[in-house]
Nanobody
Framework: QVQLVESGGGLVQAGGSLRLSCAAS????????MGWYRQAPGKQRELVAG???????NYADSVKGRFTISRDNAKNMVVLQMNSLKPEDTAVYYC?????????WGQGTQVTVSN
């Protein structure tokens, strides 16, 4: 079993920054793709950013140029640096990881961006 624990959410004014971290623990052999998703009230969960074990990244168009995803394979961690935040970025953010073809999710962390 793999557990993912997120931290770093909170309330910030528009234009501000937040840094989300996700640490994986448990029976970890090799974590493959890791990523961040978000879900706003009344909307479907959507991919924000993903990163492969080798460091290749992809981003949703809505966050390109503002968010940066990175990972530390030795520490089994993934980080999402969010800059120039907008009210429409308000959502619960979930960490995601694939381990041996299984997908794991964190419990989610709330990000609220005020005007």
């Amino acid at each position: 079993q793999v557990q993912l624990v997120e931290s770093g959410g909170g309330l910030v004014q528009a234009g501000g920054s937040l840094r989300l971290s996700c640490a994986a623990s448990g029976t970890i052999v090799n974590i493959g793709l890791m990523g961040w998703y978000r879900q706003a009230p009344g909307k479907q969960r959507e991919l924000v950013a993903g990163i492969t074990r080798s460091g290749s990244t992809n981003y949703a168009d809505s966050v390109k140029g503002r968010f940066t995803i990175s990972r530390d394979n030795a520490k089994n961690m993934v980080v999402l640096q969010m800059n120039s935040l907008k009210p429409e970025d308000t959502a619960v953010y979930y960490c995601n990881a694939m381990v041996l073809s299984r997908t794991y999710w964190g419990q989610g962390t709330q990000v609220t961006v005020s005007n």
